[in-house]
């Protein structure tokens, strides 16, 4: 019963490969959002949609794709993996995406480490 | 104009003290201010939050005071314990409909028994 779970966990793999990352709520909520979390524990906001629909995109190298299958699941693909997108990346959703009071419920986190 | 300072980077304080974290922000259209708490291996979770037309907030050991003039807030862990040893950011959101908030650098806290 997990509210809002990714996968994998931890994720290894050598620079220029590709990968994804899954993330799934059962919350029911409207928005989704892609959280980037650097060894220093600084979070940034890399993307978000609301019903499927994309409404924040942030500075992000156009390496990094996600995608919204429906409003329940958020994918974050990654292509030519480098150095520097060794991070933990948080999924996190909220009900509504409009900042008062709409609590964000963050994932685990994927630690990604690409060597 | 979009960050949310916070300070100190990190905290030791022993068993039953009080935690004091600080943020400070520019932009005056951010409308609300939450706080997150993060243990090692979890993601942030919700830990209180505060609307700029309010001073303060208390919910249990821990409050929120908000001062808009100054465009300053900060965390009060009172009687702090142990199991509040976690990595705390405070966070600013602007009006919209994206919810996008802004984090600070973070605090990591650690409550010596």
């Known amino acids: 019963d997990t509210a809002v779970s990714q996968t994998p966990k931890y994720l290894v793999t050598q620079m220029g490969n590709d990968k994804s990352i899954k993330c799934e709520q059962n919350?029911?909520?409207?928005?989704m959002y892609w959280y980037k979390q650097d060894s220093k524990k600084f979070l940034k906001i890399m993307f978000s949609?609301?019903?499927?629909?994309?409404?924040i995109n942030e500075t992000v190298p156009n390496r990094f794709s996600p995608k919204s299958p429906d409003k329940a699941h958020l994918n974050l693909h990654i292509n030519s993996l480098e150095l520097g997108d060794s991070a933990v990346y948080f999924c996190?959703?909220?009900?509504?995406?409009?900042?008062?009071?709409?609590?964000?419920?963050f994932g685990p986190g994927t630690r990604l480490t690409v060597l | 104009q979009q960050q949310v300072k916070q300070s100190p980077q990190s905290l030791i304080v022993q068993k039953g003290g009080i935690s004091i974290i600080n943020c400070a922000y520019e932009n005056t259209a951010f409308d609300y201010f939450p706080w997150y708490q993060q243990f090692p291996g979890k993601g942030p979770a919700l830990l209180i939050a505060?609307?700029?037309?309010?001073s303060e907030k208390k919910e249990g050991r821990f409050t929120i005071s908000f001062n808009k003039s100054a465009k300053q807030f900060s965390l009060h862990i009172m009687d702090s314990q142990p199991g509040d040893s976690a990595t705390y950011f405070c966070a600013a959101s602007i009006p919209s409909n994206t919810g996008k908030l802004i984090f600070g650098q973070g605090t990591t806290l650690q409550v010596k028994p």
């Open positions: 996190a959703s909220s009900l509504r995406g409009q900042g008062i009071s709409d609590t964000q419920y």
């Open positions: 919350l029911g909520h409207d928005t």
């Open positions: 505060i609307r700029p037309d309010v």
């Open positions: 949609y609301n019903n499927k629909e994309l409404i």
